[in-house]
Nanobody, 126 residues
Framework: QVQLVESGGGSVQAGVSLRLSCAASGRTFGRFAMAWFRQAPGKEREFVTAISWSGGSTDYADSVKGRFTISRSNAKSTLYLQMNRLKPEDTAVYYC???????????????????WGQGTQVTVSS
């Protein structure tokens, strides 16, 4: 079983930065693709960004490209999301997700991820 615990969320003003972390335990972190999704009130969970098992490939939703950066430390079993120039429309609960397939490439598809964290709230006010 895999446990994912997000941290780093909060309430901030537009234009500032936040860094989210996702600590993983329960298996060899470095063998699996990881992703961040988010869910705003009344909306479906949506893809934000993903990273391959090696960290060599990343993918971003158009809405965050150029502002957000995903990274991972396989030595620390931790996934990160650096969020810069935050906007009110970034307000959501942010979820860390892990693939259940070893050495998988990154995916934008929610069902490709088998393990999820509990989420961390990010609120951006104008």
């Amino acid at each position: 079983q895999v446990q994912l615990v997000e941290s780093g969320g909060g309430s901030v003003q537009a234009g500032v930065s936040l860094r989210l972390s996702c600590a993983a335990s329960g298996r060899t972190f470095g063998r699996f693709a990881m992703a961040w999704f988010r869910q705003a009130p009344g909306k479906e969970r949506e893809f934000v960004t993903a990273i391959s098992w090696s960290g060599g490939s990343t993918d971003y939703a158009d809405s965050v490209k150029g502002r957000f950066t995903i990274s991972r430390s396989n030595a620390k079993s931790t996934l990160y999301l650096q969020m810069n120039r935050l906007k009110p429309e970034d307000t959501a609960v942010y979820y860390c997700a892990a693939s259940g397939t070893e050495f998988s490439t990154s995916s934008r598809v929610l069902r490709d991820y088998d393990f999820w964290g509990q989420g961390t709230q990010v609120t951006v006010s104008s």
